[in-house]
Nanobody, 121 residues
Framework: QVQLVESGGGSVQPGGSLELSCKPS????????MGWYRQAPGKERELVAT???????NYADSVKGRFTISRDNPKNTVYLQMNSLKPEDTAVYYC???????????????WGKGTRVTVSS
C-alpha cells in the first residue's frame, strides 16, 4: 500500500514563505509525475504545480514567479517552495503522484491527506 506523507504547512503572514514536502512510502517500484494541488474553502481542488521525472515543470498562472516545485528523485521527494504568499493562497495543499507498485502493474494516481496553509495578518 502506498501513502503520500506531506509536511511543512502552517500559518504565515502575507509576504512570507513556506516549504512543503511530500514523500511516498510503501511498495514503490517507480514514480512518474509528482505535483501539488490545493483546495480553498468553498472552491474546487486546483492544480498548483507539477514536475516530471526529467525535470519538466508546470505551474498555475496564479503562482508563477512565486512558487517553485522541485523533486529529489533518489529520495522520492517532491517539494513546493512558496514565496510572497498571499491570503488567496490559503488552502489545503495536496500532494499527488503517479506510482507503479510492481513490474507488472500500471501506474496509479495517489493523493496525500493534505496539509493546511493559512496566510493571514
Amino acid at each position: 500500500q502506498v501513502q503520500l506523507v506531506e509536511s511543512g504547512g502552517g500559518s504565515v503572514q502575507p509576504g512570507g514563505s513556506l516549504e512543503l514536502s511530500c514523500k511516498p512510502s510503501g511498495n514503490i517500484y517507480t514514480i512518474g509525475a509528482m505535483g501539488w494541488y490545493r483546495q480553498a474553502p468553498g472552491k474546487e481542488r486546483e492544480l498548483v504545480a507539477t514536475a516530471t521525472t526529467s525535470g519538466g515543470t508546470n505551474y498555475a498562472d496564479s503562482v508563477k514567479g512565486r512558487f517553485t516545485i522541485s523533486r529529489d528523485n533518489p529520495k522520492n521527494t517532491v517539494y513546493l517552495q512558496m514565496n510572497s504568499l498571499k491570503p488567496e493562497d490559503t488552502a489545503v495543499y495536496y500532494c499527488n503522484a503517479d506510482i507503479v507498485t510492481g513490474p507488472r502493474y500500471y501506474s496509479m494516481e495517489y493523493w496525500g491527506k493534505g496539509t493546511r496553509v493559512t496566510v493571514s495578518s
